[in-house]
């Protein structure tokens, strides 16, 4: 990409008009936002939706330049950041608090820390499929979010921490995040209403967000007068010190233990949801995955060992999270002007970086609406800002390698044991909350594997 300041290369960047540009992002934001993205064709362009006006930056070269080369100049900043800073605090914008948090992430998501506990997850993993199976007897149907919901936060709650939270309080934590997530889907569509103005999912938000903290603030300050293991996560982000000494207080604490609990469950179960419409509609992939996992796993209990053997199910793990982006959105503010390939970008500006218009680009992934793990083949190359799953930059998850891990290990004991199908015809469409969730609820029915 070239950045080419001089007065003779830069110009206005194309300006889309949407029309009845509110009405059509409340009733269907996602088509909405297609929409955008095919007429933008890959080019910065301004939307006009008469209330704001932001650039949609997709190409990968171009997301380079906002995310990392320049990344200084686009902050996480601006209005449509304030929801999720209500939720989970400063941590989710820039800052010392942020910086402090993140290295303690980083640490713990660090790949010797992960891989000393990816055996202990694998455990932790199949005593919940254990549960899991006694509830889906009979072929029950059960709930597919909900379900990964709780075999993702008891992999989080025994690996990261310990006996700070128990089993009923994440049950609490997690629907009460759950809840606050998808509630604030108008104040991220619609950001520059003022608070005092209500909004659907208002009421739903702040109760959750009470929820959260009569959860927590007691887990801190009992953490306070208990010291545990350096690994707990309560106990680290107790023990962090800035470069002045100075240590983080219960609310900050808080935040990190929030962001943290949503950041590891949120995303996970909600893709491992997506998944199993994925095997529901593509029996050829489903085929290919059991003969791995039997291949693999057989009727031994998942270990450390085996993850790398899991070739194929990290491909189309990698492959549902191209499809399905949860992190749909990757809102910035620019702090001055800038040039992006010849195209002035205005300081004070909001900028979309959008991964599921990305991961739509049909020159940069050919036949995008197509699901295919190929794509993740060993061998295969593309820019390295093609594929914004877990975001990219200074900014990017810290988790991703535990939630390969997790995925894998998830998905491999599963399907070692049963052969999951979709209870009911409709198809699972995505829509759009914080992240992207499925339109509909999601049901599951799980039969013995030894059953046809």
Known sequence: MSVDSSPQSVHQPKTLPFRHGVPKLLRDPLRAFEQIGRAANGEITRVDLGFLRPYLVTRPEHVQHVLRDNAANYPRDGMMWQPLTRLVGGISREGPEWALNRSIFQRLMSGPNIAAVTDEMARTIVEAVDELGERAADD?????????????????????????????????????????????????????????????????????????????????????????????????????????????????????????????????????????????????????????VDRVIGTDVPTRSHVSELRYTKMVVQELMRMYSIGWIIPRVSVADDVIDGVLVKGGRTVLVSPYLTHRLEDVWPRPHVFDPERFAPGRTRHRFAYLAFGAGPHQCVGTLFFTIESQLITATLLSRFRPALYGSQPVEPQVRLTLIPRRRVELVLRPAGRR
């Open 140 to 292: 029950r149907p059960v709930d597919a979010l909900a379900e990964m919901t709780r075999i993702v936060q008891r992999a989080i709650i025994r690996v990261f921490f310990g006996d700070r939270i128990s089993i009923p309080e994440a049950d609490h934590l997690a629907d009460a995040i759950r809840t606050a997530t998808r509630s604030m889907g108008a104040r991220m569509l619609l950001p520059f209403v003022p608070l005092s103005v209500p909004l659907p999912g208002d009421r739903a938000f702040r109760r959750s967000v009470q929820a959260v903290d009569e959860v927590i603030m007691p887990l801190v300050r009992q953490a306070r007068r208990d010291p545990a293991t350096e690994r707990d996560i309560v106990t680290m982000l107790i023990n962090t010190r800035d470069e002045n000494g100075v240590g983080l207080d219960d609310q900050q604490v808080r935040d990190g233990v929030v962001a943290m609990f949503t950041a590891g469950t949120e995303t996970t179960a909600t893709a491992l949801t997506f998944f199993w419409t994925v095997l529901d509609t593509h029996p050829e992939i489903a085929a290919r995955l059991y003969d791995e």
